[in-house]
């Protein structure tokens, strides 16, 4: 019984190796010299017989399929760029740390996009106004769908933003969905961001930003390629968009706040129902209200935002007691006149009270019931305001007061201990710098430790004090040492240890800086020098003059730039200067320690006086080519000769 046992467990030892070896199996073949596998139970040996059971076989195996995946369907967009049309589009530098972008129409993924290229680094911000390209049909619109692309040397680069909307009747700020874009993968990829309950109203001025807040490549920032734009309204239906719609000057739009060639302002007041508009030579204006009528006093300036065909913008004095006359006309009607002063988008003019005064009297009674508006052009006033002139600051020997990014409600304040640069950085002649946003467009300082007290400091009369204005435009703000030391004295240990800011709306901070504090100059009559030029660190680029334009530079004149740098600084270049190759305004990037341009990171001066203190004020001897330099790449888009006129 034993022997037949065994010889049964050795029989189905065999038949198992047998079975594993004809079914395939991944085991690797017995070698032959393993006794085991050579091994060949005795055909002596029988084994009782089995009955086999009966088994059904297993069903075979199937596959569920997948569910189907209904591919979404294709949306049409409002504006895809091809017509190369894009005037509704702007870059909103006002924002913090805001890149001055540069946008343009380009071959992208096999159609046309619009790029951002990135200029200093930092945070970028594109602006689309919605109401001049939908209208009406905006109220409508509850989803955007936009196609992003970046675009950087490194392919790890990954890259998000945010939108935001400004809406209703006050362009109240709300922040929309988020997205993201890694570039090796997804790039470009659709966002989708839900409006539905923003507030967006027709015919308004009603617009969106569009920001890249978020870049971790480790070599220069992305740019930005935006394309396919769909607005949607509710069945999900493309609202049409006017793609040759202009963006103009909505309602708290930074980007559109150039101040050069300008005077800053203080104080100012706004003249109600100034919104008007005309063809070319004809006039429409206002009655003056009460408010406008207190303002309009020496050293007053009135203010016009408008557009033109031609950029020009005056006003008309239809009522004046002294006749019928225009001020600040130049030699458009060909009379020669003083010119009024306008900035390098032309979309702002000022007029000073000084130049009505000259033609109409000093006695604002005899002026007649309002003011005119008129252009060469067809033209549009969007709004008008009357305020005192202030300096329109610019800071050399800047310090960052670094981690200052606070903010708060209407009358609260937030602010951060003073870091030893600042403090060392405040003497007299120094001007804090806030880059920021409040509601009302107020901002000044409050010093909460102060030995002489706790106090407000260029808070003007907005709490009833009725004390010293800081100057603000509603992006930047400033206060000058002298401002502080008035209130708190002169040492500025005496001062606490924390700076504080404030406003009288909602607000918030994103930026100071302490500086020297120079003053650019109010300039009109430019004469274009046709500058577009650019160069690496180091390097010089330039125009040549005319004699017209050398018999130009009198006392009074100034070279007024309008550039970019990524340092932010820029200055001139004499190569044929009769003493020798010159710079002037470098200040100490040489380290030749001489004085400094003025300079914002986008507009730069260099006055007749500054080089006549070189080169001798006989521009015969300073050569017939002006060059432009900076200690790091630089760009000008245009340069002219005004005058403090």
């Known amino acids: 019984m034993k022997k037949t046992k065994l010889a049964t467990i050795v029989l189905v030892l065999a038949m198992m190796v047998s079975s594993l070896v004809a079914c395939g199996s991944s085991a690797e073949e017995p070698k032959t010299d393993d006794p085991v596998a050579t091994e060949t139970p005795s055909t002596a040996e029988t084994t009782p017989s089995v009955e086999k059971e009966e088994t059904t076989p297993a069903p075979a195996a ?81 989803e955007i769908r936009i196609d992003l692309g970046t675009e950087n040397a490194d392919k790890f680069a990954a890259s998000s933003g945010r939108l935001y909307c400004m809406t209703g009747e006050d362009n109240k700020e709300v922040k929309g969905n988020a997205w993201s874009v890694y570039i090796e993968t997804s790039n470009p990829k659709t966002a989708k961001f839900d409006v539905s309950g923003v507030g967006f109203i027709g015919n308004g001025e009603n617009y969106i930003v569009l920001s890249k807040e978020t870049d971790n490549s480790k070599t220069t920032p ?60 004809a006039q429409a204006g206002v009655p003056f209200t009460d408010k406008v009528l207190e303002a309009l006093v020496p050293g007053s300036v009135i203010e016009i935002e408008y557009t033109s065909e031609t950029g020009n913008m005056w006003i008309v004095m239809n009522e004046s007691a002294a006749g019928w006359m225009r001020v600040g006309v130049g030699d458009a009607d060909g009379s020669g006149q003083q010119y009024a002063y306008v900035n390098g988008k032309k979309n702002i003019a000022q007029v000073t009270f000084e130049q009505i005064a000259a033609q109409c009297g000093d006695d604002v009674s005899t002026w007649g019931s309002q003011i005119q508006c008129e252009s060469d052009g067809a033209w549009s006033v969007t709004s008008v305001k009357v305020g005192q002139k202030a300096p329109a600051y610019a800071l050399t020997h800047a310090v960052d007061f670094e981690g200052y990014q606070v903010s708060a409600g ?27 946003k409040s509601e009302s467009g107020n901002m000044w300082i409050v010093m909460n430790e102060a030995q002489a007290g706790w106090m407000r400091v260029g808070v003007g009369d907005a709490d009833g004090s009725g004390q010293g204005y800081a100057v603000c435009d509603g992006s930047k703000a400033y206060v000058t040492y002298e401002d502080l030391a008035t209130y708190c004295g002169e040492d500025v240990s005496t001062w606490g240890s924390t700076m504080q800011c404030e406003s009288d709306s909602e607000w918030e901070v994103y930026g100071i800086r302490v500086g020297m504090g120079d003053a650019f100059a ?13 160069a690496g660190a180091w390097a010089q680029a330039g125009v040549d003059l005319t004699e017209d334009q050398i018999a130009a530079l009198v006392p009074g004149s100034v070279f007024d730039v309008e550039y970019t740098s990524e340092t932010g600084e820029l200055w001139l270049v004499f190569p044929g200067a009769e003493q020798g190759w010159t710079r002037v305004g470098v200040g100490d990037y040489d380290g030749s320690g001489q004085g400094y341009s003025k300079f914002d990171g986008r507009h730069c001066q260099v006055t007749f006086e500054d080089i006549a203190q070189i080169l001798g ?26 005058y403090v006129r």
Not at 100 to 129: I, P, Q, R, W
Not at 410 to 436: C, F, H, K, N, R
Not at 525 to 533: F, K, P, R, T, W
Not at 633 to 640: L, M, R
């Open 62 to 142: 199937t596959e569920t399929p997948a569910p189907a995946v209904t591919p979404e369907p294709a949306v049409t967009p409002s504006i895809d760029f091809e017509d190369g049309n894009f005037a509704f589009a702007a870059v909103d530098t006002g924002r913090g740390g805001a890149d001055n972008s540069t946008l343009e129409v380009v071959d992208y993924n096999g159609s046309k996009a619009l790029k951002a290229t990135n200029v200093d680094g930092k945070n970028m911000f594109v602006a689309f106004n919605l109401s001049a390209m939908l209208g009406e049909k905006l109220a409508e619109v509850k």
């Open 222 to 281: 992305s740019n930005l390629l935006i394309d396919n734009i769909a607005f949607l309204d509710a069945s999900g239906a493309t609202i049409a968009a006017d793609s040759a719609a202009e963006f103009g000057n909505p309602a708290g739009f930074a980007a559109v706040n150039d101040r050069s060639n300008l005077f800053a302002l203080t104080k100012t007041v706004e003249w109600e129902g100034y919104s008007v508009s005309a063809g070319a030579w």
């Open 410 to 436: 209407a009358w609260a304040q937030a602010g951060i201990p003073m870091t030893d640069a600042v403090i060392a950085a405040l003497v007299p002649g120094s001007v804090v710098e806030i880059s920021y």
């Open 522 to 534: 109010a300039t009109n009559s430019h004469i274009d020098l046709g500058a577009s030029v650019s």
């Open 617 to 642: 004020e006989d521009t015969s001897k300073w050569g017939a080519t002006v060059q432009f330099e900076a200690s790091s790449a630089w760009a000008v888009t245009s340069a002219s000769i005004g």
